[in-house]
T-cell receptor, first 114, second 110 residues
Framework: NAGVTQTPKFRVLKTGQSMTLLCAQDMNHEYMYWYRQDPGMGLRLIHYSVGEGTTAKGEVPDGYNVSRLKKQNFLLGLESAAPSQTSVYFC?????????????FGPGTRLLVL | RKEVEQDPGPFNVPEGATVAFNCTYSNSASQSFFWYRQDCRKEPKLLMSVYSSGNEDGRFTAQLNRASQYISLLIRDSKLSDSATYLCVVNKAGANNLFFGTGTRLTVIP
């Protein structure tokens, strides 16, 4: 099993450009999440999905959109990138059979917006 | 008030030392508690779940104090390989989401 994978690993954008980050998991997990991690802020939830075709807003959703057309994939889109979106983005997934279910993280995508 | 608060450190300890981290959480209705470990420029990985009765995994011991709403992690006989950032994680009460602390950085010195 590859677990959770993310594409790309690193990207540089200019302000106003758009891009899509791809997350894929092969563990048949229902739940998937997108986080951003900034120095001194910890991991913050952007959007999440509790199943194919569903999405919901997290703590910091503004400026991002998501889609979950297939169970194994969760896409994060930036329509018009801003320097404030410079961050490390992590995708995670889990089964959530119970509240004690752990989350499995992808390796992260480092995004720099100039 | 933040959902989860941790001392960011850094904690610099010699090999073989015992070190303890504490974390406080704000929502008394939270049900699930974890410690994750994150190495530099890597993704977070589960270190251990924290149970009400306390639990131990080798050199690592986790404790939960619901009355005071804090969680602790004790590392005995520190190894160089324990150098990492330790994230305190608490679930959002009644929801699928987790709240992550900002992490406590540990460096074990030879």
């Amino acid at each position: 099993n590859a677990g959770v994978t993310q594409t790309p690993k690193f990207r540089v954008l200019k302000t106003g450009q758009s891009m899509t980050l791809l997350c894929a998991q092969d563990m048949n997990h229902e739940y998937m999440y997108w986080y951003r991690q900034d120095p001194g802020m910890g991991l913050r939830l952007i959007h999440y999905s509790v199943g194919e075709g569903t999405t919901a807003k997290g703590e910091v959703p503004d400026g991002y959109n998501v889609s979950r057309l297939k169970k194994q994939n969760f896409l994060l889109g930036l329509e018009s990138a801003a320097p404030s979106q410079t961050s490390v983005y992590f995708c995670a997934s889990n089964k959530w059979d119970s509240p004690s279910e752990t989350q499995y993280f992808g390796p992260g995508t480092r995004l720099l917006v100039l | 008030r933040k959902e989860v608060e941790q001392d960011p450190g850094p904690f610099n300890v010699p090999e073989g030392a015992t070190v303890a981290f504490n974390c406080t959480y704000s929502n008394s209705a939270s049900q699930s508690f974890f410690w994750y470990r994150q190495d530099c420029r890597k993704e977070p990985k589960l270190l251990m779940s924290v149970y009400s009765s306390g639990n131990e995994d080798g050199r690592f011991t986790a404790q939960l104090n619901r009355a005071s709403q804090y969680i602790s992690l004790l590392i005995r006989d520190s190894k160089l390989s324990d150098s990492a950032t330790y994230l305190c994680v608490v679930n959002k009460a009644g929801a699928n989401n987790l709240f992550f602390g900002t992490g406590t950085r540990l460096t074990v010195i030879p």
